[in-house]
C-alpha cells in the first residue's frame, strides 16, 4: 500500500469533550514542544457501506482519497464493482513541525469516488470521463484517535447525491505520545457493541474475533444464506397482486427463496422474510480469481424471472467457519446491504421505488461458508495418523466392509442441486433415504404433496418410485415414475443413478430427468450428500434452453424441501426415539386406565346381578309365604 508522511502539529492530551477546536490547537502546540517530533499517527481507512451505484450494472468501482489540512496523503486501491467495498489500508502522519504556527487543529478529510477507465462498457449515466463523487468525511484528526467508528458520508455540494457511511480509525505508534486520547480500536469493534445488524465491513472485523473461523483458501466450501427482512420494497398499486422473490447467484449456481407476496408489506414497505435459507456448492481454485455472489430482486415469472435490482457480496468478505456451530450462526448479527435496480431497468407500471436513490429494496440476511473435507487418499492416511480413526474406524462400525476409493465414484452431472454435510455417519444416511423401513421417503412424499405413492422392494439394486406430482403454476397434475438404481453401494460410499420419466408434461416424452445422490464419508460422526442433476433429450427440441432452465429451477426448489425433511430425521433420530417411548408409554397408561374401567364395571356388574337375584329370591320367598298362609286358613275353616 502507498505510504506518504506529513509533518502536522496536533494535540497529545484532550482534557475535555466540550472543548473548543481552539482549546484542542494550543494543547497540541504545547504538547508537541514537549514532547518531541517522533510522534505518528497511523490513520486505517477500514471500509465503506453502502455506496450509491454509478455504473450501469448498478455497481460503482470505488476508492478514497486522504487528506490532512487538504495535503493529499495518499489513496487506497480501487475495488472493482463493490458498493461494500473492504480497504483496511494505513497511512502513516508524522508529527513534528508544521508550517503556519497559528493554523487550527488538523483536520482528516477522506473523500470517495467512483474510478472510471476510458473505454469502459458499463460507462456512467453522468460525469463521463470523470471521477464520480461518492461522498466524503471532514473530522478533527484527534477524533478519529478515539478508536474504529462508522461516520456517515456527507455532499460536496447542494447538487450531489451521496449516500453510506466509512469506517475509520486511527492510532498512534508510541502510546504516550497522545496521552491517553489513544483508543484501542478492539473494544470499539462492531463485535463488542450489540447491533441489529452489520454492515459488510463490520461483519469482517466481528467474525476475525470468532475462534471458529479461517481463512479462505483453495478448496469445497457450502455457503448458506438466510434471508430475515426486507425493507424498503416498492410500492405496489392498489389491487395489483404479485410476488417477489431473492434469487442468489454464485457463477453457474443458482439458488432461490420462497416467494412473497408484495400486498402484505407494511406501511414502511418492511416484510418478514421467515429466515428462509439457501445455499450454494462453491469451489476456490484461485484465491485471487474469486467469485462474486449476486442476490437479485425478482419478479417470479413462469419460464424466466424478472430482475428488479441486484446486489453484490465479495466472496472473500464472507466469514468461513470451521463448523456449523449452531450457537455461533444464531448469535450472528445480519448484514444489510442495498439491492440496486439497474440504470436501463424498466420497473412494471403498478410498481414504485420508495428510495430516490435507485434502490429497490434494502436486505438483511446471514450468510457465511462452511469448508467441506476431503476425502481423498492422503487426506484420509492424514486422520489415521492424527489418531481420530478416520476411515477404518468407520468401516468398523459399519461391519468391517471395504471403503469405495474416490476412483470408484461416477462422474457428477451438470446441475448441483444439493451439497451438504450432516451429523451421522454414511450407513446412517443411506438408511434414512433408501432402507425400506424408513419414513423418509414417505413424509417428504407428504411435503411435496404427491399422490398415489407407491414404491417397489429392491431387487438387484434397482427399485421404482412413482408418485403423481400436484399441480402447479407450469404444469398441471401429471405422474412421475422413477427408477432408482445403485451405482455403488460399499460401507462409506454410496451412489445411486435416478432416471425419472414425466411423459404427460409437455415434450415430456422428448427428454428424461438424470438425478444422481451420492453420500460419501467424512468422518465417524458425519458424512457429506451431493444431489447433481440433468435432462437428457431423445430429439432435437427448439424450446430446450426454456424446459432445461424450468426443470433446474423446480429440481432445486424439490431439493431445497429434500434437505429440510432429511435434516429433520438425521438430527432428531434421539428426540424422536424420546418421542415415541413417551407415546408408548401415554397408551399404556390409557390402556390400563381403560383396564381398570373395565374391571370396575365387570364387578359392578356382578353385584347388580346378585343384587336381582337376591330380590327374585325374596319375592319368591314371600309368594310361598303367602301360598302358606292361604292353605292354613283353608285347614282352620273345613
Known amino acids: 500500500m502507498s505510504v506518504r508522511n506529513l509533518l502536522l502539529r496536533v494535540s497529545s492530551k484532550e482534557k475535555e469533550a466540550a ?32 455506496l450509491l451505484a454509478k455504473d450501469l450494472d448498478a455497481s460503482s468501482d470505488p476508492y478514497c482519497r486522504i487528506y490532512v489540512d487538504n495535503v493529499l496523503l495518499g489513496k487506497t486501491r480501487t475495488i472493482s464493482s463493490d458498493l461494500n467495498p473492504v480497504w483496511e489500508e494505513s497511512f502513516e502522519v508524522d508529527l513534528g513541525e508544521v508550517p503556519g504556527q497559528d493554523s487550527a487543529a488538523p483536520v482528516l478529510k477522506i473523500e470517495i469516488f467512483n474510478e472510471y477507465h476510458f473505454g469502459k462498457m458499463k ?47 486511527a492510532r498512534t505508534s508510541d502510546p504516550d505520545c497522545m496521552g491517553d486520547r489513544s483508543t484501542d480500536p478492539v473494544h ?55 410476488q417477489i422473490q431473492f434469487n442468489a447467484f454464485l457463477g453457474n449456481e443458482k439458488a432461490n ?18 429466515d428462509c435459507q439457501v445455499s450454494l456448492p462453491v469451489s476456490v481454485k484461485d484465491i485471487n480469481s474469486l467469485p462474486v455472489l449476486r442476490i437479485h430482486a425478482a419478479i417470479p415469472g413462469i419460464v424466466l424471472d424478472y430482475s428488479l435490482g441486484v446486489a453484490s457480496v465479495k466472496l472473500d468478505n464472507i466469514p468461513v467457519l470451521l463448523e ?51 476425502t481423498s487418499a492422503s487426506d484420509q492416511a492424514e486422520a489415521d495418523d492424527d489418531g481420530s480413526g478416520g476411515a477404518a474406524v468407520a468401516a468398523e462400525e459399519d461391519g468391517g466392509q471395504d471403503l469405495a476409493p474416490p476412483s470408484s465414484m461416477p462422474p457428477s452431472y451438470e446441475w448441483v442441486l444439493l451439497e451438504a454435510d450432516y451429523p451421522v455417519s454414511a450407513s446412517r444416511l443411506h438408511q434414512i433415504i433408501f432402507s425400506e423401513q424408513s419414513r423418509f421417503l414417505t413424509e417428504f412424499s407428504d411435503v411435496k404433496g404427491y399422490t398415489e405413492v407407491s414404491v417397489s422392494p429392491w431387487s438387484d439394486d434397482k427399485r421404482e418410485f412413482a408418485y403423481i406430482m400436484p399441480k402447479s403454476t407450469i404444469v398441471k397434475a401429471n405422474r412421475c415414475t422413477e427408477l432408482q438404481e445403485y451405482i455403488v453401494n460399499k460401507s462409506n460410499c454410496y451412489v445411486v443413478n435416478i432416471q425419472a420419466e414425466t411423459p404427460e408434461v409437455q415434450y415430456g416424452k422428448d427428454f428424461v430427468t ?105 319375592l319368591l320367598l314371600l309368594i310361598l309365604w303367602k301360598l302358606y298362609q292361604l292353605d292354613l286358613q283353608c285347614q282352620t275353616r273345613a
Not at 499517527?41 to 471500509?47: A, G, K, L, M, Y
Request: glycine share 6%.
Open 514 to 618: 438424470l438425478v444422481q445422490i451420492a453420500i460419501s464419508f467424512t468422518n465417524k460422526h458425519s458424512s457429506h450428500l451431493k444431489v447433481t442433476a440433468e435432462l437428457k433429450f431423445s430429439r432435437t427440441v427448439m424450446v430446450k434452453s426454456l424446459i432445461q432452465g424450468g426443470a433446474r429451477r423446480g429440481l432445486t426448489a424439490t431439493y431445497q424441501e429434500f434437505d429440510r425433511v432429511l435434516r429433520k430425521f438425521a438430527r432428531g433420530k434421539k428426540v424422536q426415539l424420546e418421542t415415541e417411548a413417551t407415546e408408548i408409554k401415554e397408551v399404556e397408561h390409557v390402556v390400563e386406565t381403560k383396564s381398570s374401567f373395565s374391571n370396575i364395571s365387570s364387578v359392578a356388574g356382578s353385584i347388580m346381578s346378585n343384587a336381582i337375584q337376591l330380590v327374585h329370591l325374596i
Open 257 to 274: 427463496s420462497p416467494q412473497y407476496q408484495l400486498s402484505n408489506v407494511d406501511e414502511n414497505g418492511s416484510m418478514n422474510l421467515t
Open 324 to 374: 456449523e456451530d449452531h450457537d455461533v450462526i444464531v448469535g450472528m448479527a445480519p448484514a444489510e446491504i442495498f439491492v440496486e435496480k439497474k440504470k436501463l431497468r424498466v420497473l412494471p407500471p403498478y410498481l414504485r421505488l420508495r428510495d430516490n436513490s435507485g434502490s429497490v429494496c434494502r436486505v438483511r440476511l446471514k450468510l457465511w461458508m462452511i469448508k467441506l473435507q476431503s
Open 188 to 242: 470499539n469493534s462492531p463485535a463488542m457493541r450489540r447491533k441489529t445488524h452489520f454492515s459488510i465491513g463490520e461483519l469482517v472485523q466481528a467474525t476475525k474475533q470468532l475462534q471458529t473461523t479461517t481463512e479462505l483458501e483453495p478448496g469445497s466450501y457450502l455457503l448458506k444464506i438466510i434471508f430475515s427482512k426486507a425493507m424498503d420494497l416498492p410500492h405496489l398499486d392498489e389491487g395489483k397482486h404479485t
Open 123 to 169: 460507462g456512467q449515466i453522468t460525469n463521463i470521463g470523470k471521477q464520480a463523487f461518492l461522498g466524503k468525511i471532514e473530522i478533527p484528526l484527534a477524533k478519529a484517535l478515539r478508536g474504529r467508528t462508522s461516520y456517515p458520508l456527507e455532499k460536496r455540494s447542494e447538487k450531489s447525491k451521496v449516500r453510506g457511511s466509512i469506517e475509520v480509525s
Open 19 to 50: 472543548k473548543s477546536p481552539k482549546s484542542i490547537a494550543d494543547d497540541a502546540r504545547s504538547d508537541i514542544d514537549s514532547k518531541g517530533d517522533d510522534c505518528t499517527v497511523i490513520v486505517t481507512v477500514h471500509s465503506a457501506s453502502n
